[in-house]
């Protein structure tokens, strides 16, 4: 079968090609589709050769900032005095966003060789991917994929037998969401409280355990196999000039389970406030209490709205459920 990052202008799937496919979480699965094959390239190449090519490529940092990645990377030191580190920001605790979340979900092998490139490339040793503690499913499944690969040879002491040698722990996070910012999330990782320090010292400079570290967004690591196999050119095909490639952005639309299209939930309500017994916002007579009289005023505003029953019998017997709808574009 193809890679999966084949030269297609057709579409622009490029992350999301293999989400829905449950073989695709296995390591079978994933060498099938063409897996680890940018990661045997990328034994071969010199750590700044492998900066070069994503620097070329224009790929930013897809958390947020969308500082350029190449950049990034070139600020490790080139010689080793000590150990470097590599974290995979997957502490996604942004109301709304699971973009990581789903790549981490169906393809878990591409953010392990995504990692594994990038280690390569800031000469490396080990790689921490925090991830936040609610997600329960998506910690199985990486973990089961961190497996396979040590298995495999893929992580351990030598990389696809190159000699070069590079350790992975995926790391639960506590669920603070400041863990999303980079130099908290070090501090969660070295056991301390998810608390920013003031920089510098930058990541680059002194990160986790006092050694130089890069951190670096889950869609950004995943982004790299594709630069690296197919070259700097084929990733600037999409996008601007100034920002080049793809970006994953996630839709959540509410719709009635079962219905064909995507509906607005209705606006009532379906439960009064907790300081009135059930059923109050059904009643004509006036609240007392201090959340009764902004309720009332509300009220006159906006009228009197529908009772738990009447609430029920307007949106029908079935649930509302949340579908979440996940694409890549330019």
Request: aromatic fraction near 8%; charged fraction near 25%.
């Amino acid at each position: 079968m193809a890679y999966p990052y084949r030269d297609d202008r057709e579409t622009t799937t490029i992350l999301s090609r293999h989400m829905g496919e449950p073989e695709a979480r296995s390591l079978s699965g994933w060498l099938e589709r063409g897996g680890y094959e940018a990661l045997r390239k990328a034994v071969q190449m010199e750590p700044d050769e492998i900066t070069d090519v994503v620097k070329e490529s224009g790929l930013r940092g897809r958390g947020g900032a969308g500082f350029p990645t190449g950049m990034k990377w070139s600020f490790m030191p080139s010689e080793p005095r000590g150990p470097h580190y590599l974290c995979a920001n997957a502490d996604e605790s942004e109301p709304g966003a699971f973009k990581d979340r789903e790549i981490m979900r169906w393809t878990p092998h591409l953010l392990i060789e995504g990692c594994l490139i990038a280690a390569r490339a800031i000469r490396a040793q080990h790689v921490y991917i925090y991830v936040r503690g609610e997600f329960f499913p998506v910690i199985r499944v990486l973990n089961q994929a961190v497996v396979e690969a040590y298995e495999a040879g893929y992580l351990g002491e030598s990389v696809c037998e190159s000699g070069w040698g590079c350790d992975l722990t995926v790391h639960i996070g506590a669920g603070a969401y400041i863990a999303g910012e980079e130099t908290g999330l070090m501090s969660s990782l070295m056991g301390g409280r998810a608390e920013p320090w003031m920089k510098p010292p930058f990541p680059a400079q002194r990160g986790v355990f006092g050694a130089p570290t890069t951190v670096n967004n889950v869609e950004t690591l995943a982004s790299v196999p594709g630069i690296v196999m197919n070259g700097s050119a084929w990733y600037r095909g999409w996008g601007s000039e100034k920002s080049p490639g793809t970006k994953m952005w996630c839709c959540s639309a509410c719709r009635r389970r079962g219905a064909r299209s995507a509906r607005p939930r209705r606006s009532c309500w379906t439960r009064p406030p907790r300081s009135f017994p059930p059923c109050a916002a059904s009643r004509s007579s006036t609240p007392t209490s201090p959340a009764g009289s902004v309720f009332s005023a509300a009220r006159e505003r906006h009228g009197s709205p529908r009772s738990c029953a009447e609430s029920k019998r307007a949106m029908g017997s079935r649930e509302i459920s949340t579908r979440s709808t996940i694409c890549a574009i330019n």
